[in-house]
């Protein structure tokens, strides 16, 4: 069964957590809704470790559609939800509801916003009017990062906290139906996920959020350019594919790979 925004309710108001991945291709995106992963997120992440930019700023919406098809069609029942790139929704009102279609079009069930100023709710509610569910994303916000100033965990105050959580019941209001947290302080998440309706998704975050998500080629132990504290790498894809990729090449100059099982001859029967 395809889950949709009433399944990740109804998960929250079972008590359930909800697990979240990304993830930016077909088969992975596959084995994840086979393992059961509620949400895919194809993130804009997808930037880093996938297509190798030092920011995630420098991804396109076209490059987010693209992969965001992929995902959408190795997935039968997790929901999965599109992230907007920087300044795909930043431009126009009708800019970012053409765009968030797009998302739609390209097979997301749902679009993730990062950051809450009066323009962004605007965005929020018409998306919502529009058939269009948001996930909302506070906290470290990697799109404003020059605003910022750095990978800087935010709400280490409790004023800090107190505002995004006003932000967050604005985006509630506005129709948002999750809010990604990242980077806070475990103690200021669980307060601000104890006075929202809406399930918090934490990364970085702490236990006490609704739900929890990750980049898969960090918990994948594939990308390793750096690593965050919070991640938990349950494989490490970096050493089977270094291993692989070694046996390969040895395999090929030795003259091993192909041997009779691998080739076809004219008179072979397949
Ligand atoms: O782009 C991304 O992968 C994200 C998650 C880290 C929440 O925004």
Known sequence: MKTTVRTINKLKSDGQKIAVLTAYDYSTAKYFDEAGVDIILVGDSLANVALGYDSTQKISMDEMLTFTGAVARGVKSAMVVGDMPFMSFNISLENALKN????????????????????ILEVVKRCTESGIPVMAHLG??????????????????LSDTEYILEQGKKLQAAGAFSLVLELL???????????LDIPTIGIGAGKYCSGQVLVSDDMLGKFSDYVPKFVRQYANLKDSILNAAKNYCEDVKNGRYPDEKEVTHVNSQN
Do not use: R
């Open 185 to 195: 302080p475990e103690e200021s998440a669980k307060y601000i996920t104890e006075n």
């Open 140 to 157: 470290f916000t990697p799109q404003y990062i020059h605003s910022i100033g750095g990978h800087k965990i935010q709400g280490k105050t």
């Open 100 to 119: 968030a279609g797009e998302m739609i079009k390209a097979g997301a069930s749902a679009v993730k916003i990062e950051g809450c100023s009066d323009y």
